[in-house]
């Protein structure tokens, strides 16, 4: 499930450990509340992010979405039923949306970007 209401963003332990990032960095009890209202205690990291998009150009092979932020993190393992939370510092920069009976996530920096980019159903 993407749950774009989310106050923390999930990482996946495979993109975790291809960012080689080392894995040293201390954790924290976190508290994760999601849009319908569902609290969980886990784990969590504090990094510094950006999100950019790739262009397909070689020249210049990526577009900046958002500029470096702090963000939480929680650390999992994907498996078909781990929600994909957006985070809080993503919402507050870049328009976020799903579809009924899509799992795909769309991401935009203007709204009518995000809305141009949902199937019809």
């Given at each position: 499930?993407?749950?774009t209401?989310?106050?923390i963003?999930?990482?996946?332990?495979?993109d975790?450990?291809?960012m080689?990032l080392g894995h040293?960095?201390?954790t924290?009890?976190t508290?994760?509340?999601?849009a319908?209202?569902?609290?969980t205690?886990?784990q969590s990291?504090?990094?510094?992010?950006?999100?950019?998009?790739a262009?397909?150009?070689?020249?210049?092979?990526?577009?900046?979405?958002?500029?470096?932020?702090?963000?939480?993190?929680?650390?999992?393992p994907?498996t078909?039923?781990?929600?994909?939370?957006?985070?809080?510092?993503?919402?507050?920069?870049?328009?976020?949306a799903?579809?009924?009976?899509?799992?795909?996530?769309?991401i935009?920096?203007k709204?009518?970007?995000?809305?141009?980019q949902?199937?019809?159903?």
């Amino acid at each position: 499930m993407n749950d774009t209401g989310s106050t923390i963003q999930t990482l996946y332990q495979h993109d975790w450990n291809a960012m080689n990032l080392g894995h040293n960095l201390p954790t924290q009890v976190t508290h994760i509340t999601t849009a319908n209202g569902q609290v969980t205690q886990t784990q969590s990291v504090t990094a510094q992010i950006r999100i950019v998009a790739a262009t397909g150009n070689a020249t210049n092979p990526w577009k900046i979405l958002m500029n470096w932020t702090g963000e939480n993190f929680v650390i999992r393992p994907w498996t078909a039923t781990t929600d994909l939370l957006s985070g809080l510092m993503p919402r507050m920069h870049l328009y976020f949306a799903t579809s009924p009976g899509n799992q795909n996530l769309y991401i935009s920096q203007k709204k009518n970007g995000v809305v141009s980019q949902l199937p019809v159903v």
